[in-house]
């Protein structure tokens, strides 16, 4: 059965570790993410109309816009769920026999740190997920690569939000201050045999750029390599250090401060913030255009 | 008596059943109709073969002006959006797309009383004026911010090339074909549905 859109975004989670969990990045990216929940209250919001039949008309747009699979939209959804839903796969089978113990510290007994070559694959692969979805959603706007580069830069609200979590939670906690020169080393060094092997990657491997594994690792590398500065940049304005992302955490993942390679895999497991923050992005662009189209 | 009884055992397991179910399914929507109709084999696709590529429609974008800059958004088949942006914040949003995709947004011009830079034009809702040029590219200023005001969108509509986009050569028969058989609310408004979904495609006069 199709998704329904509109029952996506009226059943994004309120609250919950994802929320409190993307909250506690608001520090560095004060005041971009609002969590807009619910299909005819993100069209009020993002387009500032309150004539109900207008909104009504504008979901019914969306909807049908989302429902024409040749307009990639499911495509995109599709690849936020699954590089969420791939990266805690590791860390779900060990959850599965301790429902309702969710605590940090009953976590730790059921799971062993990720190595870093599997967390720097989580890292690359989430990063071309952003870049392919993006692809997905708005086509390739403008005329140059220079507009291309200036729509991808002008990332705002949950879009820009989602960068936040991907720099923190899969790169500075788990691989350090240094986390995009060691992602880069440790991806140049991999050969298609240790992708092969990475849930993140086998999640949405169709979808990544390459006509084999070899080849969708130099695509990875490449694209990895291009955003490095973007990152380290981000890093560096924001004032993102593993202490102070970890003490913003520490309101609600008791005994985390001491346990960094474990906090990173515990984030992968509970904390689903490509999906809960693509869905919001997905719908804000479908909204835009509907709005535009009617 | 022993139906009694069966009928006593039998209650639990109905009143569970019954709470199961309710839980499951979910409350119906106002949107459960267009996605009824919108999905499936026989579902009519969103956006037309023959709409003109998103990429066509950059050229006749306004250039950023002093202010102002004009940030690419989105470039999908028939349809183009920029950002317009003063001081880092969005304030508007620019956009051209293709009605062939979309016959009733070009029918509301039909009885525009307005023309902006001689093309018919109407205000829609409370954020948006269009214009449409040549019977099927509609060109639409949005306001993001409440500063941004009717007259900046009239004002704005006419910084697009839209000579250029006159000149624009179109599909003419495999869109007088989608015209001849459109309905007037196709996709946006069911046929059974009241018609109090229909106003937002009244044109108003644009200020």
Redesign the interface.
Known sequence: M?K?I??KV?KLPKGGLTVMALNSLDKFVPGQWENLVG?DHTIKQV?????E??V??I???A???F??K??GYQRALWMYESVDSASGLLGAAAMANRIGQDTFLGFLKNISPKPEKAQTVDLVVKLVTEVVAFCH???????SLG??L??LG?Y?GESLMRMAALVSFDGVIPLGADFSGKALKLIKGMGPSDLDNNPTFKGVKEEIPGNNAKGKLSFMTESFESTKGWMDKFVSDKGITQGNVVDNLSGFVEGSKSKLDYLGAFLDVSVKYYEHTGVQTLAR?LI??S???? | MHLVRSLKRLVPLVLVLVITLTACSSAPSKYDQVQEDTTGFSAPAAVDKTAEKGGTFNQFFPEAEGDYTVVPSQEKQGFAEYKLKRGGETVAMLSINDTISLPAAAAKYENATTMVAGFPSVVQGSTATGLLVNDRYQVKVLSRDASFTEADRAAWLEKFDLQGLSQLEADTKAFRKAQKTATPDIRTAPQNSEPKTAPTLVPQPAG
């Open positions: 199709s329904k509109y029952e009226d299909f387009t500032g109309e309150t004539d039949a207008m009504q008309a979901g019914e747009r909807i049908a816009l429902n024409d040749s307009q959603i708005n086509g390739i706007p403008g005329d507009d291309f200036a729509a002008d705002g662009r835009e255009r709005v535009a189209e009617l």
